[in-house]
């Protein structure tokens, strides 16, 4: 078994993309064998590696790729939340199958279809600039058919009130790439973006209790990866400012599937994000975000009949994913594919 390790610009680390043919497909024997992986690559000095992809051919005709996200959890090799997904990691798993054969090498206007199996998303990457171990990619996150923009909404509702120790805290809890918990500036204890982004544990403390508050709210795990949180405030004509929290600490960008999920929800009415957008006097569907580590720019895609809107697409573009290079998770050779094993047992 060898190991990919790739890395997309703005992710809080690389990603180790591993064949899902080698691994165990039920829950119990996948997680043991993740373990294994996670006690080698700290081992060999990859600790801070916290995300894997397992990736294969899809069995499906209409995409090129299924893939599992599994977040790795720091405070121990055997803790995994399989939950959610993660944008970034996608690209890396794409760049990963072209340097192994499972993908083609992706060249300019080169299109990868991506099943996600944690989710059931559909996802497109499109190779806008490639050379030998990096590409400029748009991502495509799609709804076939287009969904109405309030069966977005975790909740069936634009705002919801938690309870937060002896407060009240008003957040929107929308699921776009993956579930997002949205403060504004006002419940996250900022009064703008310069606040926002000079913020040191206090903020982050606080925002680790509403996440672990929303958590508790659909029965999911405080302590685990999801859901997501992340803070947005009007920044200027046409800007949001974002910052978010991830697996250990602040995230440095804003995550693929969190500018996915901003995107969507910007396009509900009376959600925290739309009405930010609306303040900034951003285009309908497009939001400029600005994070402490750069800017990107996210488009929705929707339209609207019969008294609704739905979404058909959300894309973010000029993504950059580098190739690594190869670990190898030496007890892990005993997971053969079958027709490895039938080859390995023919006569001389």
Not at 279 to 298: F, K, M, N, Y
Request: charged share 20%; with cysteine; hydrophobic share 40%.
């Amino acid at each position: 078994m060898i190991g990919h390790i790739a890395y997309a610009s703005g992710a809080p680390c690389p990603t180790l993309v591993l064949d899902a043919r080698q691994f165990p497909r039920e829950s119990g024997p996948l997680l043991e064998a993740l373990t294994d992986v996670r006690r080698r690559l700290v081992l060999s000095g990859g600790a801070h590696i916290l995300k894997i992809a397992l990736i294969e051919s899809s069995s499906h005709p209409l995409f090129d790729l299924d893939y599992r996200f599994v977040q790795a959890l720091p405070d121990s090799v055997e803790r995994f939340d399989l939950r959610g997904s993660c944008g970034h990691s996608v690209l890396c798993s794409v760049i990963a199958a072209g340097h192994t054969g499972m993908l083609p090498r992706q060249a300019p206007g080169d299109r990868a279809r991506v099943r996600v199996l944690n989710n059931g998303d559909h996802l497109v990457c499109e190779i806008e600039e490639a050379d030998r171990d990096t590409a400029r990619c748009t991502m495509y996150f799609l709804h076939t058919p287009p969904v109405p923009v309030s069966g977005l909404l975790l909740r069936d509702e634009p705002q919801t009130i938690l309870d937060l120790d002896d407060e009240k805290v008003t957040v929107s809890l929308v699921s776009s790439g993956n579930p997002y918990v949205f403060v504004g500036a006002r419940d996250a204890g900022v009064s703008g973006s310069a606040e926002l982004f000079a913020g040191g544990p206090a903020l982050f403390g606080r925002l680790e209790r509403i996440r672990e508050a929303a958590a508790r709210l659909f029965e999911w795990a405080p302590d685990g990866a999801f859901p997501k949180i992340a803070v947005v405030v009007p920044d200027g004509p046409g800007r949001i400012a974002a910052r978010a929290v991830t697996v250990p600490g602040w995230h440095p960008t804003l995550a693929l599937t969190g500018a996915v999920c901003l995107g969507a929800a910007s396009c509900i009415p009376d959600t925290i994000p739309w009405l930010a957008a609306r303040e900034a006097g951003c285009p309908d569907g497009h939001v400029d975000i600005l994070t402490t580590g750069g800017s990107t720019a996210v488009t929705a895609t929707t339209r609207t009949g019969d008294g609704r809107t739905e979404l058909a697409w959300v894309a973010v573009g000029n993504k950059t994913v580098r190739f690594h290079g190869s670990f190898f998770p030496e007890s892990l050779t005993y997971f053969q594919p079958r027709e490895f094993g039938e080859c390995l047992s023919l006569p001389a």
